[in-house]
Nanobody
Framework: QLRLVESGGGLVQPGGSLRLSCAASGFTLEDYAIAWFRQAPGKGREGVSCIALSGGSISLADSVRGRFTISRDNAENTVSLQVTSLQPEDTGVYYC?????????????????????WGQGTQVTVSS
């Protein structure tokens, strides 16, 4: 069974940082493009960043460019999202999602509908 588990969320003050982790079980992440999405209270799900099998990444939201960095560790079967300079508007549940991409090593999709496998999410709250 394909399963993703996010961790690393929490309560942080404005300007703070977190490192979110997405761990896979039941499959090897090296064949999958991974994306992070977030959902703020009362809002729709927003793409944050995605990473291709090649390691190339795309920022999916202008608001996080330069602050959020996605990376993958195939040996550990995890993908991380380093989030820095956090602001209250970054508050939300952060999800990772996977899409088998063996035939598209250098590309990752930015839409939620493109990813069939999702984790349960980790809460990030930015507040003083």
């Amino acid at each position: 069974q394909l399963r993703l588990v996010e961790s690393g969320g929490g309560l942080v003050q404005p300007g703070g940082s977190l490192r979110l982790s997405c761990a896979a079980s039941g499959f090897t992440l090296e064949d999958y493009a991974i994306a992070w999405f977030r959902q703020a209270p009362g809002k729709g799900r927003e793409g944050v960043s995605c990473i291709a099998l090649s390691g190339g990444s795309i920022s999916l939201a202008d608001s996080v460019r330069g602050r959020f960095t996605i990376s993958r560790d195939n040996a550990e079967n995890t993908v991380s999202l380093q989030v820095t300079s956090l602001q209250p508007e970054d508050t939300g549940v952060y999800y990772c999602a996977a899409r088998n991409s063996r035939n598209q090593r250098t590309f990752c999709y930015g839409g939620a509908a493109d990813y069939p496998t999702w984790g349960q999410g980790t809460q990030v709250t930015v507040s003083s």
